[in-house]
T-cell receptor, first 112, second 113 residues
Framework: NAGVTQTPKFQVLKTGQSMTLQCAQD?????MSWYRQDPGMGLRLIHY???????DQGEVPNGYNVSRSTTEDFPLRLLSAAPSQTSVYFC???????????FGPGTRLTVT | GESVGLHLPTLSVQEGDNSIINCAYS??????FIWYKQESGKGPQFIID?????DKRQGQRVTVLLNKTVKHLSLQIAATQPGDSAVYFC????????????FGKGTRLSVIA
């Protein structure tokens, strides 16, 4: 299994641009989530999904959209990038009834 | 609001010594706790977990202790090695499975050779 994969690894955007961060897992996990990690802030939950077709907001959802059309994929969309969205983004997944989340390698995003 | 936090943001330990990383939580309804290790440039990696019906759980060189009375969690690493150098996060949630984990801010462990 590849586990949780994320693309791209690095991205630089200009303010106002849009883009999609990709996340995929091949473990048939129902639960997937997106976090952002900023220095001194730990991991903050952006959005999560408990299964295909179901998404919900986390602690810091503003400026981000998600969809879950398949079990495997959980893309994160930035509609209009802002410098405040400069961060490292992690996707995670876990199986039904389990709290053990598997994290991807992260995407480092810089918005200028 | 409810939060999970850490007492020490940085910890330096001599190689071979034991390390203790602490975490305080404020949500009395939390019933599941987990420790993650994050090495530089990588995503967090599961270390060990514990449910609220336990006060101690041991893994390979790691032990998690839970004191529900004072809402305190600790991670003990025995015979600390250079490969243990990383940032360690505690996390918690209220229900078993598929509810969002709340993460603490992390403690950086530096092992001195």
């Amino acid at each position: 299994n590849a586990g949780v994969t994320q693309t791209p690894k690095f991205q630089v955007l200009k303010t106002g641009q849009s883009m999609t961060l990709q996340c995929a897992q091949d473990m048939n996990h129902e639960y997937m989530s997106w976090y952002r990690q900023d220095p001194g802030m730990g991991l903050r939950l952006i959005h999560y999904s408990v299964g295909a077709g179901i998404t919900d907001q986390g602690e810091v959802p503003n400026g981000y959209n998600v969809s879950r059309s398949t079990t495997e994929d959980f893309p994160l969309r930035l509609l209009s990038a802002a410098p405040s969205q400069t961060s490292v983004y992690f996707c995670a997944s876990s199986s039904q009834g389990s709290n053990e989340q598997y994290f991807g390698p992260g995407t480092r995003l810089t918005v200028t | 609001g409810e939060s999970v936090g850490l007492h020490l943001p940085t910890l330096s330990v001599q190689e071979g010594d034991n390390s203790i990383i602490n975490c305080a939580y404020s949500n009395s309804a939390s019933d599941y706790f987990i420790w993650y290790k994050q090495e530089s440039g990588k995503g967090p990696q599961f270390i060990i977990d514990i449910r609220s019906n336990m006060d101690k759980r041991q893994g390979q060189r790691v032990t998690v202790l839970l004191n529900k009375t004072v809402k305190h969690l600790s991670l003990q690493i025995a015979a600390t090695q250079p490969g243990d150098s990383a940032v360690y996060f505690c996390a918690e949630n209220e229900n078993s499975g598929n509810t969002p984990l709340v993460f603490g801010k992390g403690t950086r462990l530096s092992v001195i050779a």
